[in-house]
């Protein structure tokens, strides 16, 4: 029932990847080990949506150890690993300082083993490394050990030392929650020196009505007063926003364009969710239409949620100065495929990282979870969207920015802001 099972990965590439993996299986496994073998598995699918989790009752287990590693760290461009934050009670422990390896594993293959873990979609990883950035100790615990103990080696200042330290709860980390809304309104709009910077965190109109605004009336009103107030340079921040609602992404693109255009290609679904559509789910879904070996999703008129495979209308008062858009890796989802839209119809200048949603778009929607061996929990998406941009174009990838640039572990220590330095600096070179 995943329509996007083999778009990055081919059916005989994963045949043999399923059939390895069952080879490495000798004996009983316990849920922890069980989804070690099944995490990188499924990670092959190249498909940020589809996911296998821990039982609640296991995770619940985990979150009452003391066995995460007390450190945060910054992942460079090289896969170098440095400490950016440290949790233990060993003051001596270098902020900066260099990770060689972890109870006598070298760094360099508990990178690679952890990027081979994390769901994203295509090949790609600056959305695998922004994840590690944030939350190393806890990919380090499912997937590598848990341990009450690490002996870390690590290089300061042409020094090298090791560090015995004990693990933590996870009570002593900041939530993801709370890094992930690392905001005060969703929804951000300021003027300056004719420049206009728009922070879209999320495109979730849950979450966007949580905070008290309306997407729709917000983004009109930010848009008229780009038109009132003669503005002739945008900046839209839409770094760590993980998508939401896809009305809400395709009514903002449709603020960059002057005549109608095209958002998705089409929605597919597989020949058993095809069948599915009888009886009284007639009376939400019409038949797929079956087309060119697929199964494509037809406009229905109970929702709007396949209304964006039809040419879109532009909005009133369209914006058409100099936008500079900036991404990174946690671009994901609704958010990636509006970046690929602007993109790949040359209404933006993209800075940043590569966006972590796939270009061509993603495999969502509806998205059931079910209980597999050892209680663990899966998700599978069940349409494949296809977004309408050149097909041949970021193959597996995110959208690649017109003006690459990664901040430093001294950057990231100081939370200086490389990517909308950049962008202002581009727009005083204009």
Known sequence: ?????????????????????????????????????????????????????????????LDNTTTLIPLEVFITSERRVFITKCYSQNPTIPLKGEIVAINKRPISTIISSLLKTIPMDGVNETGKILLLDHRF??????????????????????????????????NVFPTMKSLESDYKKPL?????????????????KTEINL?????????????????????ENLIIDLRNNGGGTDGNAAFFASYFFDKQFRYWDRIEVTEAISKEIKG????????????????????????????????????????????????????????????????????????????????????????????????LRVTIPLQKYTNAVDPNKNVGRGTIPDYQITPTVEDWIRKEDVEMELALSKIKDL
């Open 188 to 204: 951000e709009f300021q003027i300056k020196n004719n420049t206009a910077i728009l922070a879209i965190h999320t495109f979730s």
């Open 280 to 375: 009284l789910n007639r009376l939400f879904y019409k038949k797929p239409l079956h087309k060119d070996n697929s199964y494509r999703w037809r406009k229905m008129w109970l929702t709007s949620e396949f209304d964006y495979y039809e040419p879109q209308k532009p909005a009133k008062n369209n914006f058409a100065g100099k936008t500079f858009l900036l991404t990174n890796g946690l671009c994901m989802s609704s958010c990636s495929d509006v970046i690929a839209i602007l993109s790949d119809n040359k209404k933006v200048k993209v800075v940043g990282q590569e966006s972590g949603g796939g270009f061509q778009g993603n495999t969502s929607g509806i998205m059931p979870t079910t209980k597999i061996k050892a209680g």
């Open 1 to 61: 029932k995943h329509p996007g099972f083999y778009r990055y990965t081919t059916k005989k590439r994963f045949d043999f990847l399923i059939d390895s993996t069952t080879q490495t299986i000798n004996d009983s496994l316990t849920e922890l080990g069980f989804y070690r073998k099944l995490k990188p598995l499924y990670a092959q699918i190249g498909c940020l949506h589809t996911g296998v989790s821990l039982s609640k009752e296991y995770s619940n287990y």
């Open 137 to 170: 100790a806890f990919w380090y615990q499912t997937m590598i050990e848990a341990t009450e103990n690490f002996a870390i080696d690590v290089t300061s200042s042409g020094t090298d030392k090791t560090f015995n330290i004990n693990g933590v709860s996870k």
């Open 211 to 231: 905070h008290g605004q309306n997407f729709k009336k917000f983004i009109t009103a930010t848009f008229k007063t780009l038109k009132d107030n003669k503005v």
